[in-house]
């Protein structure tokens, strides 16, 4: 008797990978982080009530390079976030379902997650210098 091969499930014929996808992967991924970043935000408070050693060590702590790269990341996640949930809100009351608009919002809520974010931290670096 002749092998005759497999037919596949017809989801793994016509499936494809969108932006829709990664951006809904991205919006669980960033509120996992912000809330990782809530227990170091409160690290921080309970070091700054504690004594100055302990300001000190947690100071020390966020300003290392992956201190910086950790915060960089909680700013990028608090405003995708942020974006992401608007463009949620939007979708609760029936505005964006349109393909184009939704590839259009998720776009956005990217860009502007990057932009805000490098606002954010050339605020700082120029406060920073004064």
């Known amino acids: 008797m002749p092998v ?6 017809p989801h793994l014929l016509i499936y494809r990978w ?3 996808n990664t951006l809904s992967i991205l919006h669980r991924f960033t509120g996992v982080f912000l809330a990782l970043g809530f227990v170091a935000l409160s690290f921080w408070f309970v070091a700054l009530a504690t004594d ?3 300001y000190r060590s947690a100071t020390h702590l966020f300003a290392s390079p992956l201190g ?4 960089l990341g909680w700013t990028f996640a608090f405003f995708y976030h ?3 949930g608007v463009r949620h809100l939007l979708w609760d009351v029936g505005r964006g379902f349109e393909r184009v608009e ?3 919002s998720g776009w956005l809520a990217v860009i502007g997650a990057v932009v805000l974010t490098l ?10 210098r004064l």
């Not at 005759?4 to 499930?9: C, E, F, I, N, Y």
């Not at 954010?120 to 920073?128: A, G, I, Q, S, T």
């Open 102 to 104: 939704r590839r259009l």
């Open 68 to 71: 910086w790269l950790a915060l």
């Open 119 to 128: 606002c954010v931290w050339v605020l700082l670096w120029h406060f920073e």
């Open 52 to 54: 100055d050693r302990s």
């Open 18 to 20: 969108q932006i829709g």
């Open 4 to 9: 005759r091969a497999r037919p596949l499930s």
């Open 82 to 84: 942020l974006l992401n």
